[in-house]
């Protein structure tokens, strides 16, 4: 009887039950992303440069690699050309994916299928590889790209892609997009599949166009979708890295095409200022915790309580 009433409530176990299944979810997530954070911040106050890279011991040094960084003009045009390229490459990502996802409803099942296998296949694909296949496609004078738009009667025979700011950025945007879009198109089109055809048989019956029940009726039910594939764009665009240093091996000019992930790796590893670079990755961090914030807080306003 004693052992009876000593033994925890049944109740009371089940409320316990999820927290021990997390458990293992949530030791690897300290082990790969809680501790190297610490060991990051930790570096960004300190003096770490080639020297203690080969043993000497660090100097705490408290917010001047802050200060540097944030005084560096460099610094902010970076910042500045990186969020301008991500909300480029977001808009485009957005829009096109959206526009696939709502043709896929629109195709049968055939086509449809062939579609989505052509889309994982460039989900797939390394971006490494992407970024070498797209830049030989705009190569000076083997491009695919070059040939037929001069094909087209344009002036493009031995034309450069790379070689200005402008045109490097707008192949890289191609490449970014084009990998992203899959991800996009798929997620959208799983949430639109859920929306009640009953709903959308009562707009029609209304007497609202194709237009107005998307508008209306199909993009709120999605917009919890969107407004996750919106802030993951954002943060996969702003720290976007091999695509960049890929293109820039090919032919782009690095001080005038760097964006912040490879700025980051340039400062670290290029010149040996982890404690800058640290900083910087930090920045980044914060910039990328407000964002999310941002958008934990508009997803708790939304549900229900």
Avoid at 214 to 241: A, E, K, T
Avoid at 250 to 271: C, D, H, L, P, Q
């Amino acid at each position: 009887m004693t052992a009876a009433i000593a033994r925890p409530p049944r109740r009371r176990r089940r409320e316990f039950a999820p927290l021990y299944l997390l458990l293992p979810a949530g030791v690897v997530l300290v082990a790969l992303t809680a501790w190297p954070l610490a060991q990051l911040l930790i570096m960004s106050f300190q003096e770490f440069g080639r020297a203690q890279i080969f043993g000497a011991a660090p100097e705490f040094i408290g917010f001047q690699n802050y200060i540097d960084v944030l005084t560096d003009m460099e610094f902010w045009a970076v910042l500045a050309r990186s969020v301008l390229f991500c909300l480029v490459c977001v808009a485009a990502t957005m829009l096109l994916g959206v526009l696939i996802a709502v043709l896929m409803t629109k195709l049968g099942r055939g086509f449809r299928n062939l579609v989505s296998i052509g889309l994982i296949l460039a989900w797939a694909m390394p971006a490494l590889t992407a970024s070498v296949v797209w830049g030989w496609m705009f190569d000076t004078q083997y491009g695919v790209v070059n040939f037929l738009l001069s094909a087209a009667g344009l002036d493009f025979e031995g034309h450069s892609w790379f070689i200005e700011p402008l045109s490097f950025f707008f192949v890289a945007a191609i490449v970014i997009t084009w990998q992203a879009i899959p991800f996009v198109a798929l997620t959208t089109y799983a949430s639109l599949t859920q929306v009640p055809e009953d709903v959308l048989e009562a707009a029609a019956l209304d007497g609202a166009t194709g237009l107005q029940r998307f508008r209306h009726v199909v993009v709120p039910q999605v917009s919890g979708v969107l407004l996750v594939l919106l802030v993951l764009q954002i943060i996969w665009d702003m720290r976007v890295f091999a695509q960049i240093y890929a293109l820039q091996t090919i032919g782009g000019i690095a001080a005038e095409t760097n964006t912040i992930g490879v700025y980051i790796y340039k400062v670290s590893i290029g010149n040996g200022q982890l404690g800058a670079g640290g900083a910087i990755s930090v920045i980044l961090v914060l910039l990328m915790l407000a964002l999310s914030a941002y958008y934990l807080r508009t997803i708790l306003r939304t549900e229900p309580s």
